[in-house]
């Protein structure tokens, strides 16, 4: 726990449509500290689903990784959960 972090990322914009737009085809990745962006650890993603958005959470001992997953208006959630001893 504590040597990296979570984050979601979408591909890019095309240029004069950066506010506007739409928001799909999430990637969730972990960053190891003291690492390249371009080392990071891709941990889920859903090319068949675009909608799907995931927000992950990690216990507060470090151990488990929970994924949220919300798709589009609906809801309903997907709940994933992944044991992170030794995955790191």
Do not use: C, M
């Amino acid at each position: 726990a504590g040597d990296g972090f979570y984050y979601t990322t979408y591909p890019a914009p095309k240029p004069g449509e950066e506010l506007t737009a739409e928001t799909k085809n999430a990637r969730l990745f972990f960053h190891k500290l003291g690492r390249k962006q371009s080392e990071d650890t891709l941990i889920w993603e859903r090319p068949d689903q675009p909608e799907y958005r995931a927000s992950p959470w990690v216990s507060k001992e470090g151990r488990h990784l929970v994924l949220i997953i919300d798709y589009g208006t609906r809801q309903e959630k997907l709940v994933y959960y992944r044991d992170l001893k030794g995955t790191r």
